[in-house]
């Protein structure tokens, strides 16, 4: 399909593992975030892409969290000796145009279901 | 610095009765808008956004929201509730003036819908 796509959709790990969570934007999207969502919580940011600027990444919980968008298309967030208080629901989202700025509509994908035991 | 506050975590409403999911928002310019909403196991998909022009929004589903500046508001409403509805409901503000355009979204409020 166009939408986002995100891999795998289930993880389970044991702590202290690292973990790699794919995330296919929509072809063309030129923003790209990462969220987090925990058990009947909100949406906490991650990191932001846009374009070729620096990424943000004020949001990373602590250094063990990290990310990269290579070819300014598909994304790895990348966590490493996972806690089990990194269990979540990673999601991503793109969106079209750095131009259009904050209107734009974020774009989101079905997320991955990570489980640190 | 931009916030937002959703009203009650969880809602419950009767089947064709009033959805009313509130949201207060704190920015410092004027802001940008948004209503998702996520149905079990499913991402995030946008209901409406509210950028400039017509305070009232009408979105996907039946719901809508009104921009209220001196109440700083953006209430969402859906005149009769559907089984259908029930999911979760995010709202989210975003600042229009900042070209890394990152959008904060509120801590969610669950409508479930009683038949």
């Known amino acids: 399909g166009a939408g986002v796509s995100q891999s795998p959709s289930n993880k389970v790990t044991e702590k202290g593992k690292d973990v790699e969570l794919r995330c296919d934007p929509i072809?063309?999207?030129?923003?790209l975030y990462w969220y987090r969502q925990s058990l009947g919580q909100g949406l906490e940011f991650l990191i932001y892409?846009?374009?070729?600027?620096?990424?943000?990444k004020s949001g990373l919980p602590s250094d063990r969290f990290s990310a990269e968008r290579t070819g300014g298309s598909v994304s790895t967030l990348t966590i490493q000796r996972t806690q089990q208080e990194d269990s979540a629901v990673y999601l991503c989202?793109?969106?079209?145009?750095?131009?259009?700025?904050?209107?734009?509509?974020?774009?989101f994908g079905p997320g991955t279901r990570l489980t640190v035991l | 610095a931009q916030s937002v506050t959703q009203l009650g975590s969880h809602v419950s409403v009767s089947e064709g009765a009033l959805v009313l999911l509130r949201c207060n928002y704190s920015s410092s310019v004027p802001p940008y808008l948004f209503w998702y909403v996520q149905y079990p196991n499913q991402g995030l998909q946008l209901l409406l956004k509210y950028t400039t022009g017509a305070t009232l929004v009408k979105g996907i589903n039946g719901f809508e929201a009104e921009f209220k500046k001196s109440e700083t508001s953006f209430h969402l409403t859906k005149p009769s509730a559907h089984m259908s509805d029930a999911a979760e409901y995010f709202c989210a503000v975003s600042n229009p003036y900042s070209s890394a355009s990152k959008i904060i979204f509120g801590s969610g409020t669950r409508l479930s819908i009683r038949p």
């Open positions: 892409f846009q374009g070729n600027s620096a990424p943000d």
């Open positions: 989202a793109s969106s079209p145009d750095i131009l259009a700025g904050a209107a734009d509509t974020q774009y």
């Open positions: 072809s063309g999207h030129t923003a």
